[in-house]
């Protein structure tokens, strides 16, 4: 059995976000479609990619995404100091959404996880 996490964490702009709710998939941001894949982060590695990637940038969203809905689109491989990191080889689709809202931080500065309603 893997130790792997089943859910991850896609940062959107806001327009993105509108477009996933609208037209019920994402086909990815910019670097997303250059590298090939939706770059995801597990809960433990959300912050510091969002400190990183989305560094002064405002009215973000979190999407928690369901990987197993996802099946073998989903790839792990190592990335930033060799974590290995969620990758989509797919659209993401609506409903592999679990939950998702603006991005927050809490009191240490952790960006606070989606909740479902």
Do not use: C
Request: glycine share 10%; proline share 7%; aromatic share 6%.
């Amino acid at each position: 059995m893997s130790d792997l996490p089943l859910i991850a964490y896609k940062v959107l702009t806001a327009p993105q976000m509108a477009q996933l709710e609208a037209d019920g998939t994402f086909n990815g941001a910019p670097i997303d479609l250059s590298d090939g894949y939706i770059h995801l982060s597990t809960e433990a590695q959300l912050t510091e990619t969002v400190d990183k990637h989305f560094a002064g940038q405002g009215d973000l969203h979190v999407v928690a995404v369901d990987l197993a809905v996802l099946g073998d689109a989903v790839k792990w491989e190592p990335s930033r100091g060799g974590q290995l990191f969620p990758h989509i080889y797919a659209a993401l689709p609506l409903n592999a959404a679990l939950a998702y809202g603006p991005l927050e931080r809490d009191g240490t500065g952790q960006v606070k996880l989606p909740i479902a309603s």
